[in-house]
């Protein structure tokens, strides 16, 4: 959903169409190899990222309220300032999974009275207020170059920050201060933009510190009263402790046993590949980079795996004739359409340049929010015996935006859903707050969200939706910002990786999405039971 400075992140429109981009050369066969996964060489064999560890994240938070608050008073201001080292946190590149740092509990709660005063008034006679403790704990990712840090100085806001001249203080010294920080600032987002490891934040940290610190010198009694000062502070330093976090050891994959024998279609595995709009305003497809970077994706698992045909498209619409011009061109192909999306080759002869841009046009008007389905004939057999028949089925659509529907109807409908394109900052048609449990299948699913910071929107949340939890549910998320260059092809490969025959590994899957990692992270594999030695499954292509 957002930028970062020196990428291009999902939801930034600033990439340009290459005339030409390399598919990974893969030469199909009947059977594959099982993989056994190949885990990296680290001090720690940590299954849930290549690029990320599991950590559990602590720190204390300090609000002031009223005295006789309610604790859902006291709720409502820790999650205020909970909810500021979401920004804190990425700008190092730290994900939690805890939506917007939420889950604070009212147990954590220390109380006490203290009398405030404004140490530069002398006749200020005090005022009672409530001053509470909290202590935020969560289960979080780091980059691997933070993985043997225990602990980390940061920051949070402070009570004060919300008036238009705190926030454009704050904008200032500990954002990038552009239009993109300025605009959050005033939806209220400033939460996200925050980042108090900028230089000239955390002398702006240091400078309101040691105001306070003037102040509490001044104070008759330090242990029952607190300066004006303390209150009226932006920004709260706070040291984010890092500790141990279960984690499973070596390599564990999907259910690959389930997904091959119990999907939501008998006899087939159902896969749906959903890419959104990547553009912030409406435009047509072909100027969209979502539709390249779908178009991206088709062709490498097609070139992976050339024995998918379309079977259909929803609603019906004929692609293999369209006319340009005063030229009728008839017998077209989908294959067709990727070449000219993806490498600006393979047109009918005779075309001006001006053809072939209405040609691909045309031919994404009767693409744009149609569901396309491909399917695959395969015969598999699990645990020695018999091959049986089996289909692998590709559901896929460009163009979903921020009705909920093409969504829901993807997730219902796939053993593996793939998803590309905007976060929303976590309120959108993904929000697990938009699903119940008769949204989801009752069989085991693989979900695949590729937006940005989907770790923290979406992961906990859909364990939480789906019945049975980690039991019939894996996911892969971001733990940070995601890059748009390039995600269909990452995307792509792993599609292609998952349905070769090797059943690989999940840290096999990540690398094939590599090209894109942005501290992207596997959940709920943890008490996954499939092994490719004691449940071998062949899988003969075409």
């Not at 957002?2 to 930034?12: E, H, I, Q």
């Not at 043997?148 to 200032?172: K, Q, Y």
């Not at 390599?251 to 553009?279: C, H, M, N, W």
């Not at 435009?283 to 178009?295: C, F, H, I, L, N």
Request: hydrophobic share 35%; aromatic share 8%; proline share 5%.
């Amino acid at each position: 959903m957002k930028s970062s400075s020196g990428s291009l992140a999902r939801g930034l429109s600033l990439f340009a169409f290459p005339a030409l981009l390399s598919l990974g050369a893969w030469l199909p066969g009947c059977s594959a190899t099982i993989d056994e996964g190949t885990p990296t060489a680290t001090d720690e064999d940590d299954l849930t990222s290549l690029t990320a560890r599991s950590r559990e994240l602590r720190f204390e938070g300090l609000v002031y309220v009223e005295v006789g608050a309610s604790d859902a008073t006291i709720l409502k201001a820790a999650r205020a300032q909970s909810q500021s080292a979401f920004g804190a946190l990425l700008a190092l590149e730290i994900s939690v999974e805890s939506r917007e740092l939420k889950d604070i509990s009212p147990t954590t709660f220390k109380k006490r009275e203290v009398t405030v005063f404004d140490t530069n008034n002398p006749g200020d006679r005090g005022k009672a207020q409530l001053e509470v403790k909290y202590q935020y704990r969560d289960n979080a990712v780091v980059p691997t170059a933070l993985s043997r840090r225990t602990s980390l100085p940061l920051a949070v806001l402070g009570g004060a920050f919300d008036t238009e001249a705190n926030r454009a203080t704050i904008v200032a010294a500990c954002t990038k201060n552009d239009k993109e920080a300025r605009d959050d600032a005033a939806s209220g987002l400033l939460w996200y933009d925050f980042n108090p490891s900028k230089a000239s934040c955390k002398a702006a940290i240091t400078d309101e510190q040691e105001k306070v610190d003037a102040d509490r010198a001044k104070l008759a009694d330090a242990r029952t009263q607190v300066p004006r000062s303390q209150l009226d502070r932006l920004y709260v330093p706070a040291t984010m402790s890092l500790g141990a976090a279960k984690t499973t050891r070596g390599s564990t994959y999907p259910e690959y046993d389930k997904l091959f024998s119990q999907g939501v279609t008998p006899g087939k595995l159902t896969i749906g590949a959903l890419t959104g709009r990547l553009a912030h305003d409406h435009v047509e497809a072909t100027k969209d980079d979502g539709y390249y970077e779908w178009m991206d994706m088709l062709g490498v698992v097609f070139e992976a795996h050339p024995g998918f045909t379309l079977t259909k498209i929803d609603p019906p619409e004929d692609i293999t004739t369209v006319t340009v011009g005063s030229k009728r061109l008839e017998g077209l192909k989908f294959a067709d359409v990727i070449q000219w999306t993806v490498y600006d080759i393979g047109y009918p002869s005779g075309l001006t340049a001006a053809e072939k841009t209405e040609l691909r046009v045309k031919m994404a008007q009767k693409l744009d929010n149609h569901w396309l389905t491909f399917e695959m004939p395969t015969k598999v057999s699990i645990n020695g015996g018999a091959a049986k028949e089996f289909g692998i089925v590709l559901n896929t659509s460009f163009g979903a935006e921020e009705g909920a529907t093409p969504y829901k109807r993807a997730i219902k409908t796939s053993d593996v859903f793939v998803f590309n394109g905007h976060s929303y900052i976590g309120r959108g048609p993904l929000d697990p707050a938009n699903f119940r449990a008769s949204d989801f299948p009752s069989t085991y699913q693989l979900l695949f969200i590729d937006s940005c910071v989907s770790y923290n929107y979406y992961n906990e949340g859909y364990f939480l939706v789906k019945p049975g939890g980690t039991k019939v549910l894996d996911t892969i998320t971001n733990g940070i910002e995601a890059p748009e260059y390039q995600s269909g092809m990452a995307e792509g490969q792993l599609i292609a990786k998952l349905i070769d025959g090797s059943m690989p590994s999940y840290q096999t899957l990540l690398r094939e999405a590599k090209a894109t990692d942005p501290m992207r992270v596997v959940d709920g594999e943890v008490d996954n039971t499939y092994s490719p030695t004691r449940t071998p499954i062949k899988l003969v292509r075409p």
